[in-house]
């Protein structure tokens, strides 16, 4: 799908479908409804009177009230060269940010698919367009265009395909660079989203190591993929006990980038380090039948760490930047390593491993202390590590856990600005006294049932060094269960918009 500027007023674009974003009323009265415009006054005025008064009728009678989302669709409009108008809700217009612009650009590209239309714009006409908003309406409408059925057979599964999405523009903008910007975070995230959407059968930790090795190949990266051979020369004996349960053999993918013209002030490395655990069966703790199918999405991390490499590589951002990928199988056999067993991580700390289906953070400390060892100054971690979380935020916020209040209130607003939600938890010292092991110098889980995200974040602290570091707990936000107006059931493809922006915004 091309991504594409239209300077034309809205009555006179030619496009299959137009679309205008309206918003909800704030009063009853009639004489309110002259407020309860789309993009602006000007822009409701124009198609109020080409439609014969068709908007303000169906904001009158109820049919379309603005609520986020919502759609009204009206074809053949009369005074209009486009084929059908479209409305969406966009909530109330106090809360209208670029994210909620985000989420009504996806709601238009896919009613725009599901009727049939080709080619669509999305109207801005009064709007003060600028670069944030070109940038969330690209991203939005390459979201909303991507779908998990890849592999179906069904010919007809291709029919109704969006060509062409126009935003509305000024003539003489200068907002091109702003369009790049939305291409290159969506086509990154939907990466991460095609990689999360594969089965385990076709996308093993060696084909995921291909697929990020193959990326920076694309994107002029440096790639290295260690080994099991290179993984036991430097010590990782905590993800190899992990691996050893399937004849998938690891890997760990390290994306290298360096900025042509680094800051002299500065000397900061950022890590992305994300947990790919291509399919996790839970090991000898095994998981309950009931939806393990779902945990193909169990990489969602790692993915997540490829798909941003992908965008830092094309936008440039000042800083070096190093992409970690432990991949691994998490699988029951007569191999796997049992509850009980003890593992030397490469940092040199001992772990009793009470529960093989936290094997999560036992492959990420390996890949923090290889990203220490590295250089990193900074660490960023994206893991689909504990129900834990879900049971606190459920699908709404992701987890935010951290050993340094700047570095979170570097990352919050990168993640503000992108609009992904990471809720901060509590880490507090109380917690690390819930870790005690009499064989080891760690269990990889509490004795207990409550605070299992945050026991878990206090497990990877131990590996940090001191380090300041944010660790994304993403279980509960990197699937959709149900598909929503703007975005399809499956991968989500969280956190690569903000691990993007807060490499960009780096000073």
Known sequence: MEILFQTSRATAIETGLVAAIGFVREQDALASTRELHASGRE???????????????????????????????????????????????????????????????????????????????????????NAAMVSAIAEGALLGDFEPDAHKTDPKKNEKVVDRFYIQVPPRHTLDNALVRGTVLGEAQNLARTLINEPANLLTPQKLAQAASDMAARNGLECEILDRARMQQLGMGALLGVAQGSLEPPAMAVIKYSPAVSPLSSSAHLALIGKGVTFDTGGISIKPSEGMEKMKYDMAGAAAVIGAMQAIARLKPSIAVTGYAPMVENMASDRAQRPGDIVTSMNGKTVEVLNTDAEGRLILIDAITYAIRNGATHLVDAATLTGSIAVALASVHAGLFTNDAEFQKRFQTAAAAEGERFWPMPMDEEYKEMLKSAFADLPNISGGRYGGSITAAKFLEEFVEGKPWIHLDIAGTAWLDDAKPFLSKGPTGIAVRSMVRLAEDWL
């Open 43 to 129: 822009l409701f005025e124009a198609l109020n009177t080409a439609t014969r008064g068709w908007i303000e009728d169906v904001f009158l009678r109820g049919e379309f009230t603005g609520k986020a989302c919502e759609t009204a669709l009206l074809h053949r409009p009369a005074g209009m060269a486009a084929k059908a108008l479209l409305l969406v809700g966009g909530g109330r217009r106090a809360n209208w940010n670029t994210a909620e612009l985000r989420k009504a650009a996806g709601v238009v590209l896919r009613t725009a698919k599901s009727k049939g239309f080709r080619d669509v714009c999305l109207l801005t006409e009064g709007e003060e367009v």
